[in-house]
Nanobody
């Protein structure tokens, strides 16, 4: 069992940055690839990006490519989402998730999910 806890969300003006963190319990963090998802009000959950077990590979949705960066620190059981040049359309609840698959994009391939942290971007 893995428990995931996100933090770092908040209210920010468009163009600014935020850094989300997700801390995992347990000793097998490096056995999981990690994903960040988001869900805006009235919209489907969407993948933001994923990072491989070692952190050497990443994948990003087109909507955030070039603005968001995912990284991980396996020694600290933590994955990060650095969000730059935020836009009002980035407003959503952000979730981290853990998967035993390599760089999965489908939510169904993720075993464990955090409770989410809210990001609100004002114009």
């Amino acid at each position: 069992q893995v428990q995931l806890v996100e933090s770092g969300g908040g209210l920010v003006q468009a163009g600014r940055s935020l850094r989300l963190s997700c801390v995992a319990s347990g000793r097998t963090f490096s056995s999981y690839s990690m994903g960040w998802f988001r869900r805006a009000p009235g919209k489907e959950r969407e993948l933001v990006g994923t990072i491989s077990f070692t952190g050497r590979s990443t994948y990003y949705a087109d909507s955030v490519k070039g603005r968001f960066t995912i990284s991980r620190d396996n020694a600290k059981n933590t994955v990060f989402l650095q969000m730059n040049s935020l836009k009002p359309e980035d407003t959503a609840a952000y979730y981290c998730a853990a998967s035993v698959h390599g760089l999965p994009t489908a939510p169904r391939l993720y075993l464990y999910w955090g409770q989410g942290t809210q990001v609100t971007v004002s114009s």
